[in-house]
């Protein structure tokens, strides 16, 4: 059986002089926020959000950008917002859709939708992939920079045992093959980042509010045990981990 990374010694490189958060506004990414401010006081955060004014305040420098996971040209406008004097050290891409008062996870093939495939398509894995895109040069080339990214569990085809939930399963499965993508062709870069995939665990969001009441007593994680837990694994990262899957408990999957 796999050890978790957590029982590692911290990779070296102390704090961060600079953290990125895209979906800073979401349950998971405002706890992260929190986190690194805890954790990081002299880190510049950095923080992207659809509404920017919905933000709280921390005790830590921040910027806060914001910008459209579905749109390329309002991503890429954010990120030229960020200083030039700043390189991103650690990036964590928060984001995630699974249902709204539209659609929700399909039980049967029988109710599959283009419109609702389409939309957990393009904010599972096309907009992060091309987030990335714009914010990989913004990253250190003399320090390896650490990436994680929000993957989830059920986007595990070997893992996958009850079928079900198509449109959210398959984008993840997407962005999971994205991910060891970049990692493949940073990895000849040196000093390239490590990215990653991160699953969350059942949290107590939005996202998981319509299905709680099928999680087991003692599994629904709060988002800051969820957020501390996660940045332990980012800072537990090294270089051959770059392109797997890790739960919150630094455990890694198969894709």
Known sequence: MDSS?????????????CVLVAGASGGIGSAFCRAVAGKFPRSTLIRL?????????????????????EDESLIAEAVSKIPDSLRVELAF????????????????????????????????AVGPALLLKHLLPRMPTGKQGRIGVLSARVGSISDNRTGGWHSYRASKAALNMIVKNYALELSRK??????????????DTRLSAPFQRSVPP??????????????????????????????????????
């Open 49 to 69: 959000a659809r509404d920017t004014s919905t933000l709280e305040p921390l005790d830590v420098e921040t910027i806060d950008l914001s910008y459209d996971l």
């Open 93 to 124: 891409v928060a984001t995630g859709w699974l249902h709204d008062q539209h659609y929700s996870p399909e039980k049967t093939y029988k109710t599959l939708d283009a419109g609702h495939m389409l939309r957990a398509y393009q904010v599972n």
């Open 190 to 203: 040196r000093n390239g980042p490590i990215i990653v995939g991160l699953q969350p665990g059942t949290t």
């Open 218 to 255: 003692g599994q629904l994680q709060t988002p800051a045990y969820t957020a501390d837990q996660l940045l332990r694994v980012m800072q537990s990262l090294r270089a051959g981990d770059s392109g797997k899957l890790f739960d919150f408990l630094g455990l890694p999957f198969d894709p």
């Open 5 to 17: 990374i957590l029982e590692r010694a911290l990779s070296p490189g102390g704090e961060p002089a």
